[in-house]
């Protein structure tokens, strides 16, 4: 199994523009989430995803957009970029609920200028 | 509504020595807490988890933690450390019901293993 798998590994957007973050995982999971790390912060919770469908927001929706049409992928839409939103982006999946540990990719790191 | 501190964001310890990160947390509720490493330039993974028992738990890579509930504490101990454990530790907490699997994790505490 790869696990959790994310591309790209590391993009430069302009402020303004665009891009969608990828996200696939192959262990049937059900759950997957989108983080965001911030040097000194840990990791906050952007959106999450309980089943094919199904998304909710986390702490901090703001500036983006996800959608889960299939079990495996859970991609992350940025639509106007902002210096804000530099940081790396983690995704994760888990079987179920909050006990299942959580499997984490290797991350995407942007800088948005 | 939860919340994580980890009260030290940088540890260093010499190799073969023990080391403790402590990690304190606020909840109205039962929760589960969770301890992940991140290894430089890489994913979380997770080192334990307690969820219900007793409350030692270990973990993987010769880690324990011990729940603590009356001091709302979750420290992480490990009786001595190797370089290879030189990475970033992250203290996490959910309550148990109603939380749809939404993990708060705290800042986080740089271990920096020294020979």
């Known amino acids: 199994n790869a696990g959790v798998t994310q591309t790209p590994k590391f993009r430069i957007l302009k402020i303004g523009q665009s891009m969608t973050l990828q996200c696939a995982q192959d262990?049937?999971?059900?759950?997957m989430y989108w983080y965001r790390q911030d040097p000194g912060m840990g990791l906050k919770l952007i959106y999450y995803?309980?089943?094919?469908?199904?998304?909710d927001k986390g702490e901090v929706p703001n500036g983006y957009n996800v959608s889960r049409s299939t079990t495996e992928d859970f991609p992350l839409r940025l639509e106007l970029a902002a210096p804000s939103q530099t940081s790396v982006y983690f995704c994760?999946?888990?079987?179920?609920?909050?006990?299942?540990?959580?499997?984490f990719g290797p991350g995407t790191r942007l800088l948005v200028l | 509504a939860q919340s994580v501190t980890q009260l030290d964001s940088q540890v260093p310890v010499f190799e073969e020595a023990p080391v403790e990160l402590r990690c304190n947390y606020s909840?109205?509720?039962?929760?589960?807490l969770f301890w992940y490493v991140q290894y430089p330039n890489q994913g979380l993974q997770l080192l334990l988890k307690?969820?219900?028992?007793?409350?030692l738990v270990k973990g993987i890579n010769g880690f324990e933690a011990e729940f603590n509930k009356s001091q709302t504490s979750f420290h992480l101990r490990k009786p001595s450390v190797h370089i290879s454990d030189t990475a970033e530790y992250f203290c996490?907490?959910?309550?148990?019901?109603?939380?749809?699997?939404?993990?708060?994790f705290g800042k986080g505490t740089k271990l920096s293993v020294k020979p």
């Open positions: 994760a999946s888990s079987y179920s609920r909050i006990e299942e540990t959580q499997y």
């Open positions: 262990m049937n999971h059900n759950y």
């Open positions: 995803s309980v089943g094919a469908g199904i998304t």
């Open positions: 909840s109205s509720v039962s929760v589960y």
């Open positions: 307690y969820l219900s028992g007793s409350t």
């Open positions: 996490a907490v959910s309550d148990r019901v109603g939380s749809q699997g939404n993990l708060i």
